[in-house]
């Protein structure tokens, strides 16, 4: 028989409780609403879901589940129930986002800040709410500079399903999963700019060595940076690339 000191890795008590801990985050975050909406202080329903199974969250942080999701999460945890924190907000049937056409001005912010694509428009053109979408979860209205977005009652009005949730979380999935393809095709063509810019800059005559060393520390640097995000998989960073900024 082995000891415990030959035990492969996939044997390891270790690895074992990290595998339970991240089972029993897919059953919070199931029984969660996916709304996406912030309330409960964490950045969306499955970051909640780690922090109610880490310790470091109460389970009664989630307005859109209200009662029925708190019971369902003191049971998932063997925890005593707990009313409602009024300091998230409160629950109440289903409210959809709806945009004042007339006021819009085509910003296009409240898509951005849409967590489930719910929202269609374009630059300057007027943008609409899809309903059967919206997860009522009002990120959409803080962004917006002409306030014209009201969150409504549903129209019949009725309360959160299950259904709604499957349905939001697929669609947040989506959602994300073409953002980190943006991200990598924007990663991409920085990339090849910085390679461009590098052979520009050593073709320049017309600048002294101290500029072309400047420069050349500039567009190397980005390249290191874009190296990174390749390596890492992450998103390229926010904010303008410098290298634009040459004459």
């Known amino acids: ?12 008590p ?14 919070v975050d199931a029984a969660l609403p996916q ?13 909640y879901a780690r922090a109610l199974v880490a310790g470091a969250a109460q389970i009664n942080r989630c307005p ?18 707990l009313p409602l924190d009024s300091a998230c907000g409160v629950h109440r049937a289903l409210h959809v986002a709806r945009i004042d056409e007339g006021l819009c001005i085509g910003c296009t912010l409240c898509l951005q800040a849409c967590p489930v694509d719910a929202i269609v428009g374009a630059i300057k053109q007027m943008h609409t709410v ?7 979860c009002e990120l959409c209205l803080p962004p917006c500079p002409m306030n014209c977005i009201q969150m409504l009652p549903a129209v019949p009005i009725r309360e959160w399903t299950r259904a709604d949730a499957d349905q939001a979380r697929q669609r947040m999935l989506l959602r ?5 393809q943006e991200a990598r095709e ?7 700019k910085a390679l461009r810019k590098l052979d520009e800059v050593n073709a320049r005559e017309d600048l002294d060595e101290q500029e072309i060393a400047r420069r050349k ?22 904010g303008s690339d410098p290298i634009q900024r040459w004459p």
């Open 1 to 12: 028989m082995q000891s415990p000191s030959h035990f492969g890795e996939q044997d390891s």
């Open 14 to 27: 270790v690895v074992a409780a990290a595998a339970a801990d991240e089972a029993l985050v897919q059953g």
């Open 35 to 47: 709304t996406q909406c912030r309330q409960c202080g964490f950045d969306g329903c499955l970051p």
């Open 64 to 81: 859109p589940g209200g009662d029925a999701t708190i019971a369902a999460l003191a049971t998932l945890l063997g925890r005593p129930v």
């Open 130 to 136: 899809l309903v059967s979408n919206c997860t009522g």
């Open 176 to 180: 994300n999963t073409r953002l980190a």
């Open 186 to 192: 924007n990663d991409e063509r920085l990339y090849c």
């Open 217 to 238: 520390a500039i567009v190397e640097a980005a390249l290191a940076r874009a190296r990174r995000r390749r390596a890492a998989g992450r998103e390229p960073a926010q």
